[in-house]
């Protein structure tokens, strides 16, 4: 069995009188893929913000490596070894692709961006190297103005690994890709969160991407979760199939 990873207990998060996220449990262990879904309005995005940084939690805690990190500022979050990715590619794209990923280097490093420092030139070759995990290695002195969707979205997630991070979380990995570009994602994900010996978790609006590359999955409803299984558990649930998945649930292939 994987050793554990990220460790959740009684999350919370309120917004005036609503009850965003509600005693949530969530564990993720080195190397396993978690999805985590359910309607709009479920409690994803909150959560992914409080395991980010960018939320602090009104109660619960969360244990990353033995360590609990919950109250940590987002920039705190990056250097104990959290990574995220957006819905919406963010990236600079006036520079190259090289320099993208120079820039989030410095960053970490806690290092400013200048083309006249010395620093530049130390980050070139970590920088080549992460280019080459995402398959991006010929385009990387390509402005990322000209670069296809689905490439930006491989240079998001070698930004977001550039702190070589535990925990990887990823907001709609696949969003606007065509099929076989959303298979390309996933595979190359699987892979690094495999040789990286990572944690993913990772919300998808795909059914497919969802059922097809996730370890296991976490269903959220009003703030709660209402089902935390293997994809044939959760497909199989009727309180998901109810809420969530309804009749698409008798089309998703495992």
């Given at each position: 069995m994987s050793a554990s990873l990220l460790k959740v207990r009684g999350l919370s998060k309120s917004f005036g009188g609503l009850r965003a996220v509600d005693s949530l449990d969530l564990d993720i262990a080195v190397g396993e893929r978690v999805a985590l879904i359910g309607?709009?309005?479920a409690g994803k995005?909150?959560?992914?913000?409080m395991l980010n940084g960018q939320l602090k939690p009104d109660a619960g805690h969360i244990q990353l490596n033995q360590q609990i990190i919950n109250g940590q500022a987002s920039e705190q979050m990056w250097a104990l070894g959290v990574g995220r990715t957006f819905q919406i590619a963010l990236t600079f794209q006036s520079f190259t692709v090289l320099q993208n990923v120079q820039i989030a280097l410095l960053s970490h490093q806690k290092k400013y961006f200048n083309f006249l420092s010395s620093n530049i030139k130390n980050t070139i070759d970590p920088?080549?190297?992460?280019?080459?995990?995402?398959?991006?290695s010929d385009q990387a002195n390509r402005p990322c103005s000209e670069l296809a969707y689905g490439d930006v979205k491989r240079l998001e997630l070698a930004l977001a690994i550039s702190n070589r991070p535990r925990l990887l979380l990823?907001?709609?990995p696949t969003a606007g890709m065509a099929p076989s570009e959303r298979k390309a994602m996933m595979q190359l994900t699987s892979r690094?969160?495999?040789e990286?010996?990572?944690g993913l978790l990772f919300t998808e609006h795909s059914m497919d991407v969802v059922f097809h590359y996730a370890d296991r999955i976490v269903v959220m409803d009003q703030g709660r979760c209402i089902a935390n299984?293997?994809?044939n558990d959760?497909?199989?649930n009727s309180l998901v199939q109810s809420i969530y998945l309804g009749a698409s649930a008798q089309h998703i292939t495992l």
């Open positions: 309607p709009n309005g995005s909150t959560t992914f913000n920088s080549i190297y992460l280019l080459g995990l995402v398959g991006l990823m907001d709609e690094l969160v495999e990286q010996k990572m299984g293997t994809p959760v497909k199989n």
